[in-house]
Nanobody, 131 residues
Framework: QVQLVESGGGLVRPGGSLRLSCAGS????????IGWFRQAPGKEREGVSC???????YYADPVKGRFTISRDNAKNAVFLQMNSLKPGDTGPYYC?????????????????????????WGQGTQVTVSS
């Protein structure tokens, strides 16, 4: 059974940090582009970060310089280190697998990732940033 499971969410104060994990089972994550998405209250799901199978990384503008995506192949997991968190970062976070490895960027190299490109999704982990 193919499954993605997120963990690591929680309640933090502005400026705090969280490290999210995405563990795969029935699938080898380093063979695919893996994306992180979030959905703020009242808004549509949006891409946050993405890593291709070759290790290249991409970030949406609102999180550049604050978030870092990484992979641990031995653990078959992808991580999202989130620093300097802001209230606007609040929402459920999801990891997902892309059906094609060219996901994560457009032809210019800028971050571009939309939910329709991904076929397997985790259940999500809640991140709340509040004072």
């Amino acid at each position: 059974q193919v499954q993605l499971v997120e963990s690591g969410g929680g309640l933090v104060r502005p400026g705090g940090s969280l490290r999210l994990s995405c563990a795969g089972s029935g699938i080898t994550l380093d063979r695919y582009a893996i994306g992180w998405f979030r959905q703020a209250p009242g808004k549509e799901r949006e891409g946050v970060s993405c890593m291709r199978s070759d290790g290249s990384t991409y970030y949406a503008d609102p999180v550049k310089g604050r978030f870092t995506i990484s992979r641990d192949n031995a653990k078959n997991a992808v991580f999202l280190q989130m620093n300097s968190l802001k209230p606007g970062d609040t929402g459920p976070y999801y990891c997902a697998r892309s059906v094609v490895d060219i996901s994560c960027s457009d032809v210019s190299g800028a971050y571009y990732s939309r939910p329709s490109e991904y076929d397997y999704w985790g259940q999500g982990t809640q991140v709340t940033v509040s004072s």
